[in-house]
């Protein structure tokens, strides 16, 4: 009985399968496939996942270039105000690669930040269990090469770079009571 109702389904879905679009004919019935007809209206593009649900943008990336990113991924710890890492971040962007980005923020950040690298120094790059303190783009540029990252984009035409998150998630009483680096007259870290 079962086997009965999965052939019902998969002969019910498969021309769904291969669908690209979903349009209203001129007699009000929806259709599907991979090309709308002369005269139909409300045509959606399919996207092949369900709406609302969140999609891993790293899944539309070349098989190599997936696998280099979970050996070596890249990170980038930066701070406001700081040219060095602006610099390399728009190197990152040039070669257009997918990495993470961390703030340094606060006294709690330059800590952390300590304790990852043994310096205050900014930007610092990641690539892999490698660090590199201070922006230097022929250093840089090694380190990526090294790690197999093209100097080419292989990045899907729609991809959207992720928002820079803070290096430290700071706690609700601490956030208060610590020293905001991104203030002009700050004295942080450089």
């Known amino acids: 009985m079962r086997s009965g109702w999965l052939a019902i389904v998969l002969i019910v879905c498969a021309p769904l399968a291969g669908a690209q679009f979903k349009w209203v004919d001129a007699s009000g019935r929806v259709g599907y496939g991979d090309k709308p007809p002369a005269g139909a209206h409300d045509i959606e593009r399919l996207e092949g996942v369900v709406k609302g649900a ?3 943008p790293q899944a539309a990336l070349p098989y190599q ?6 050996d070596f ?3 980038l710890y930066t701070m406001a105000g700081c040219a060095g890492c602006n610099a390399g971040r728009s190197l990152l962007r040039a070669r ?3 990495f993470a980005e961390r703030t340094v923020r606060d006294s709690t950040d330059v ?3 300590k304790q990852l690298t043994g310096s205050d120094q900014l930007p610092v790059l990641r690539v892999g269990a490698r660090t590199i303190i201070g922006f230097n783009s022929a250093s840089w540029d090694e380190a990526l090469d090294l790690a197999g990252y093209p100097r080419a984009s292989q990045l899907p035409v729609d991809w959207v770079w ?4 803070p290096l430290t998630e700071p706690k609700p009483a601490q956030a208060a009571a610590t020293q905001d680096l991104t203030a002009p007259d700050s004295g942080g870290p450089r």
Request: charged share 25%.
């Open 54 to 56: 969140k999609r891993d």
């Open 65 to 70: 270039l997936q696998s280099t990113i979970r």
């Open 73 to 75: 991924p890249v990170t």
């Open 96 to 98: 257009a690669l997918p």
């Open 111 to 113: 800590q952390a930040l």
């Open 162 to 165: 992720p928002e820079p998150k």
